[in-house]
């Protein structure tokens, strides 16, 4: 147990729909990150929340959002939906010092699939 | 484009035997290179990792190695057990604008025979 929780486990809405992935990090991590892993892909990087603040954009669509609140919980919210938006979810936390390495801990995902 | 490659999607092996599983990148200005593991349903777990300064880091039965004249780094099992059967993510970390980012390689399959 990495520590980092998501909410829902699996999700399935059809296309057009709007739905909001939850994530709690690790006690005392400042930093969440979100991934997409496709079909036999890698993770690709979304996005990164540190302290309530956007950090980096990787790869992120213009339909998806994510924030981060005071309690440090984030959601992604993901809208328009479309096929090809059925994937894993996952979120990361690391305690993030500036210029320095963090370990990312992982939650065990959420499956979105969109029909 | 695909800055970290794992070439080979599955890999088999029998188990008491080393494993080595591979990962190359194009990007020289990634500080850290590191492993995951990832079982069913979970998610990535970290299993090991290397700075860009060093060649070599070992962890008890597993080893990564750094060619950074090469760009590629490689992670020894050994000896291999039936627990290490699962999909590893190589990754790569950058600081960008005072911001870490990973990238991962697409995984490789490691199945470990009795």
């Known amino acids: 147990d990495s520590g980092v929780t998501q909410t829902p486990k699996h999700l399935i809405t059809a296309t057009g729909q709007r739905v909001t992935l939850r994530c709690s990090p690790r006690?005392?991590?400042?930093?969440v990150y979100w991934y997409q892993q496709s079909l036999d892909q890698g993770l690709q990087f979304l996005i990164q929340y540190y302290n309530g603040e956007e950090r980096a954009k990787g790869n992120i669509l213009e339909r998806f959002s994510a924030q981060q609140f005071p309690d440090l919980h984030s959601e992604l919210n993901l809208s328009s939906l479309e096929l090809g938006d059925s994937a894993l979810y996952f979120c990361?936390?690391?305690?993030?010092?500036?210029?320095?390495?963090?370990?990312?801990?992982f939650g065990p995902g959420t499956r979105l699939t969109v029909l | 484009d695909q800055q970290v490659k794992q070439n080979s999607p599955s890999l088999s092996v029998q188990e008491g035997r080393i494993s080595i599983l591979n990962c190359d990148y194009t990007?020289?200005?990634?500080?850290?290179f590191l492993w995951y593991k990832k079982y069913p349903a979970e998610g990535p777990t970290f299993l090991i990792s290397i700075s860009s300064i060093k060649d070599k880091n070992e962890d008890g039965r597993f080893t990564v190695f750094l060619n950074k004249s090469a760009k590629h780094l490689s992670l020894h099992i050994v000896p291999s057990q039936p627990g290490d059967s699962a999909v590893y993510f190589c990754?790569?970390?950058?600081?960008?604008?005072?911001?870490?980012?990973?990238?991962f390689g697409q995984g490789t399959r490691l199945t470990i025979n009795p």
């Open positions: 990361a936390s690391s305690p993030w010092t500036s210029g320095a390495y963090n370990e990312q801990f």
């Open positions: 990007n020289s200005m990634f500080d850290y």
């Open positions: 990754a790569a970390s950058a600081q960008d604008q005072g911001a870490q980012k990973l990238v």
């Open positions: 006690s005392g991590d400042l930093s």
